[in-house]
């Protein structure tokens, strides 16, 4: 059985350092990031990404969010795997459920889903989650 939630985060607070910067305008950064959600899912989230920025206005991250929700009733936590790109002021992400980082009564949990960012800091997400 496949259970499909969505909904909505919240970016509550986002901490940025550049660690490489080039001549061009070009960087790497890493983010720190805390989230919370609402719908499907309520809780939070404490995402940590990596970041290629090709311009000011373009780039791609990957990282994990730590998610601390509720789903159906149950509590408890897991982890997703980003990877994603930001263009024209909107960022996007496919993730998938880290096998076996579920814990609490979460912790047979196993989906992928995806979000696309929206104004002020709040982002729309999907899931399809195959084991609950």
């Not at 994603?84 to 949990?109: D, H, T, W, Y």
């Amino acid at each position: 059985m496949t259970l499909h939630i969505s909904g909505i985060f919240q970016i509550t607070s986002w901490d940025e350092t550049t660690d490489i910067q080039h001549p061009d305008g070009a960087k790497q950064t890493s983010a720190s990031i805390t989230q919370m959600y609402s719908g499907d899912l309520e809780g939070v989230s404490q995402p940590k990404y990596i970041m290629c920025y090709t311009t000011d206005a373009q780039a791609v991250f990957c990282g994990y969010e730590n998610v601390e929700v509720t789903i159906n009733g149950k509590s408890g936590s897991f982890v997703l795997q980003h990877n994603g790109k930001f263009e024209q002021g909107v960022a996007i992400s496919s993730f998938i459920i880290v096998p076996n980082s579920g814990q609490g009564e979460l912790a047979n949990i196993d989906g992928k889903g995806s979000f696309t960012s929206g104004e002020k800091g709040q982002a729309n997400y999907q899931m399809e989650i195959t084991s609950l």
